[in-house]
């Protein structure tokens, strides 16, 4: 029986991908009995741990993918039935990226990462590039989630500022750059990794958004430690796997609230005595993000 090794995938195309083993990478092929082997999520992604095995000097094949700590997910997109879209497993962070300037910030959207990240128990920091484009004092909805406890970096890609303290906040983890197109995650990871050269796109004057520029996920090597991954541009985001009752968790400041609700199975949207909407009211929690809730409660009973 052949040795099999452990090792981390960081490119996955068309029943192939590219493991990192002690140092090196090699290509594999994923074992067919894996591959026809029923299952709803995908089998294997960037950040996979995975079992290695060399059945000869010229080939390798995965045998075994181990489970994973976490995942970012969405619902793949489409009609049928519900499957899950595995972006990148084993994540440590997830660097929400927007940016001051066009494409304009979408508080709901960055909402939606955000309860993916707590449900997933993944580490969000929010990332807002093009600094120079900034307002001079902090905006408001800044404050707000701040005052929640998200880390709120500002950098810019064209200029380097802030980029020492985003470099180093990755060192050392696995993370993911995530968030709408034209917000310049690609120009960040360039800016990181310059040798990686990735194609960028400009943002549509028309529709002010950006093109689609990542075609396949990629997991890059960081100098100082730990791993980068650069994913397909996100229109459409779904709260994968979420159940209606477990949604109120994935907002902290109402996890501050919810145990002194009358009722245990409370949905903070019309029950009486409900410690969350008097809170909201009391303006202890900001309201926009309360309605994040609501949107995000109607689509998962949806």
């Known amino acids: 029986m052949a040795e099999t090794m452990q090792g981390l995938v960081i490119r996955s195309t068309a029943g192939f991908v590219d493991v990192l083993i002690a140092g090196d990478v090699v290509q594999a092929r994923i074992r067919g009995r894996l591959k026809n082997t029923p299952r709803t999520t995908d089998l294997c992604v960037i950040g996979d741990q995975v079992l ?17 700590a976490t995942r970012f997910s969405r619902r793949q997109p489409g009609r049928g039935p519900r499957k899950e879209d595995v972006l990148v497993a084993n994540l440590d962070q997830l660097m929400v990226t927007f ?17 993916i990240a707590e449900h997933q128990r993944v580490q969000p920091v929010i990332v807002m ?71 960028i796109a400009s943002v549509s004057e028309h529709h002010g958004k950006g093109r689609h520029t990542t075609r396949v ?3 890059y090597a960081l100098p100082e430690g730990g791993f980068l991954a650069d994913t397909p541009g996100i229109r459409e985001l779904g ?13 902290p ?48 009973g949806a």
């Not at 290695?52 to 994973?68: A, G, I, T, Y």
């Not at 994968?240 to 994935?250: K, P, Q, T, V, Y």
């Not at 009486?272 to 998962?300: F, H, M, T």
Request: with cysteine; net charge neutral.
């Open 52 to 68: 290695v095995s060399r059945p000869d000097e010229q080939s390798f094949v995965v045998v075994e993918v181990l489970p994973r």
């Open 99 to 115: 940016c001051h300037g066009r494409p304009v910030l979408n508080t709901r959207l960055l909402d939606r990462f955000l309860v």
């Open 129 to 199: 590039n093009k600094a120079d484009l900034r307002e001079p004092d902090a905006p408001s909805w800044q404050r707000v989630y701040e005052s929640i406890g998200y880390s709120v970096l500002t950098v810019s890609a064209s200029t380097g500022e802030g980029m020492g303290t985003l470099t180093a906040a990755l060192q050392g983890k696995i993370s993911a750059f995530v968030g709408p197109s034209g917000a310049g995650k690609s120009s960040l990871i360039n800016r990181i990794l310059p040798e990686l050269d990735l194609n």
């Open 217 to 219: 996920a990629s997991l």
């Open 239 to 251: 709260t994968w796997a979420l159940s209606i009752g477990h949604l109120d968790r994935c907002f």
């Open 253 to 300: 400041e109402l996890r501050a609230h919810r145990e002194r609700c009358a009722f245990r199975s409370c949905s903070h949207t019309h029950e009486p005595q409900c410690a969350v909407v008097d809170a909201v009211n009391a303006g202890a929690v900001d309201r926009k993000r309360y309605e994040s809730y609501v949107l995000l409660r109607e689509e998962a």
